[in-house]
């Protein structure tokens, strides 16, 4: 089953922060979160793993919230090269597939 | 360099005409996936590899066949394509197959968008 990602899509002004939030209703043994451009191959960002701490990728950061079954991600002070489509993918119980979620389309504009 | 390269980028074909997508990695990957991604549904696992001669059903399986007969391919192939098969594919790769490799991260080629008619 997919987890699913809040907004659906979101539009802010270089230099604000945005927080994006991936689901899963089942317990989450990691969170794998992607970013991909327009037309373009999906880019790892990080990994986030059950017990884990949060992690961090330039002004991008992750938590894991292993009682909630849900994982957040902030991009701080955003800047135009962060617009793009963000994936969470998650792994659950003891299966070895990464199921993504459906994404949140971020745009960032002057 | 290190990567996946998928073949064809472009594909437009008819309906019932078979066609092979092709993938390839120079990394020794053990894994392999392919993945169809549409719009609002994100990204769906139609097969993966743990290895050489093991493949398996992802979520979205019907109408697709692969194989693993190397190490570094993965065809995808389509017997007889059909319009709801118009997607854009991605081919994905992680050095390990098993459990405990899904905290590697996957290295996506670039994709293969088809249009079936």
């Known amino acids: 089953q997919q987890p699913v990602q809040s907004p659906q899509a979101v539009i802010l002004r270089e230099g604000e922060d945005a927080v994006i939030n991936c689901s899963s209703s089942?317990?989450?043994?990691?969170v794998h979160w992607y970013r991909q451009k327009h037309g373009e191959a999906p880019v790892f960002l990080m990994i986030?793993?059950?017990?884990?701490e949060q992690k961090g990728h330039e002004k991008i950061s992750a938590s894991f919230n292993e009682k909630k079954q849900q994982s957040s991600l902030y991009l701080t002070a955003s800047q135009l090269s962060y617009s793009g489509t963000y994936f969470c993918?998650?792994?659950?119980?003891?299966?070895?597939?990464?199921?993504f979620g459906t994404g949140t389309r971020l745009q960032v504009t002057l | 360099e290190a990567q996946v390269t998928q073949n064809p980028r472009y594909l437009i074909t008819v309906t019932g005409k078979k066609l092979t997508v092709t993938c390839s990695q120079n990394?020794?990957?053990?894994?392999m996936s392919w993945y169809r991604q549409d719009p609002g549904l994100g990204l769906r696992q139609i097969y993966y590899?743990?290895?050489?001669?093991?493949?398996d059903k992802g979520d979205v399986p019907e109408g697709y066949k692969v194989s693993r007969k190397e190490k570094r391919n993965f065809p995808l192939i389509l017997e007889s394509p059909s319009p709801n098969q118009t997607s854009l594919y991605f081919c994905?790769?992680?050095?390990?197959?098993?459990?405990?490799?899904?905290?590697?991260?996957?290295?996506f080629g670039s994709g293969t968008q088809l249009s079936v008619l």
């Open positions: 590899s743990m290895n050489v001669e093991v493949t």
């Open positions: 990394m020794n990957h053990e894994y």
């Open positions: 994905a790769s992680r050095p390990r197959g098993g459990f405990l490799a899904t905290n590697e991260k996957l290295f």
């Open positions: 993918g998650t792994v659950t119980g003891t299966a070895s597939k990464l199921t």
């Open positions: 089942k317990a989450l043994y990691s």
């Open positions: 986030l793993l059950k017990g884990g």
